[in-house]
């Protein structure tokens, strides 16, 4: 499962950042920058990831 379904997933479950951070093994900053990636309500991964493609086509 890719890692933005599962920061997705973890979050939608109410984890806290720490905790989620902590089961990925990463950086409570890495995952709290993606949960702050084109947010209009709720996180989604898919949102998040063609919001990377817009930002890398547009440099």
Do not use: D, W
């Not at 939608?12 to 209009?40: T, V, W």
């Amino acid at each position: 499962m890719e890692e933005r379904s599962k920061i997705e997933i973890l979050h939608q479950e109410g984890y806290p950042i720490s905790q989620g951070a902590k089961r990925l093994n990463c950086q409570c900053s890495s995952f709290y920058r993606e949960l702050g990636r084109c947010i209009s309500g709720a996180y989604k991964a898919s949102s998040a990831a063609e919001c990377i493609v817009l930002i890398s086509c547009t440099v």
